[in-house]
T-cell receptor
Framework: QKEVEQNSGPLSVPEGAIASLNCTYS??????FFWYRQYSGKSPELIMS????GDKEDGRFTAQLNKASQYVSLLIRDSQPSDSATYLC?????????????FGQGTTLQVKP | DTGVSQDPRHKITKRGQNVTFRCDPI?????LYWYRQTLGQGPEFLTY????????KSRLLSDRFSAERPKGSFSTLEIQRTEQGDSAMYLC???????????FGQGTRLTVV
């Protein structure tokens, strides 16, 4: 079992729709959770961080965390073609305080005009 | 530009040659991380520094890899006797403390021919 799992996709949504990206993790002690966006050939760009159960909203993005289910998600409202990218879920495992991140393989999102 | 800076952006080398990459973190960030990313995968942790101390190395980091962060500022990653399997994007990230958000540089794309 991978430590952080994501569906590789592609996830295709029409422009203006809500895109829902999901991630599960195996380490129950994990403390910090991040979503990165990565355009093809570019480096990951941090878009959301979440540390406690519940929802966290930032503009069109909402991160949701459920530690009991070991599940974190990212919702993108009013999806735009410019949102087309790979979205990486990253987890800072709780087994140490290194701050190192364990990444999922990423979900490719395609927003069609 | 006060973000994480990596140099060079691209490197093509012949198998068996040595290569060295440089990373300049965000100036006040005390933690610096190296990751490697291959096509279709999320970044994989290689090593990290807190100030000048290298505190953790992944098992992915063979004896041919060495990293330094003299004086706790910039860092270098050297690969000796490169192999074709070393071809990847090498990403550097920095953060302030272990729980706070990590920001990535543009990456160095290595191609071993």
């Amino acid at each position: 079992q991978k430590e952080v799992e994501q569906n590789s996709g592609p996830l295709s949504v029409p422009e203006g729709a809500i895109a829902s990206l999901n991630c599960t993790y195996s380490d129950r002690g994990s403390q910090s959770f991040f979503w990165y966006r990565q355009y093809s050939g570019k480096s990951p760009e941090l878009i959301m961080s979440i540390y406690s159960n519940g929802d966290k909203e930032d503009g069109r993005f909402t991160a949701q965390l459920n530690k009991a289910s070991q599940y974190v998600s990212l919702l993108i409202r009013d999806s735009q073609p410019s949102d087309s990218a790979t979205y990486l879920c990253a987890v800072n495992t709780g087994s140490s305080n290194t701050g190192k991140l364990i990444f999922g393989q990423g979900t490719t999102l395609q927003v069609k005009p | 530009d006060t973000g994480v800076s990596q140099d060079p952006r691209h490197k093509i080398t012949k198998r068996g040659q040595n290569v060295t990459f440089r990373c300049d973190p965000i100036s006040e960030h005390n933690r610096l991380y190296w990751y490697r990313q291959t096509l279709g995968q999320g970044p994989e942790f290689l090593t990290y520094f807190q100030n000048e101390a290298q505190l953790e190395k992944s098992r992915l980091l063979s004896d041919r890899f060495s990293a330094e962060r003299p004086k706790g500022s910039f860092s270098t990653l050297e690969i000796q006797r490169t192999e074709q399997g070393d071809s990847a994007m090498y990403l550097c990230a920095s953060s302030l403390g272990h729980r706070l958000r990590a920001f990535f540089g543009q990456g160095t794309r290595l191609t071993v021919v």
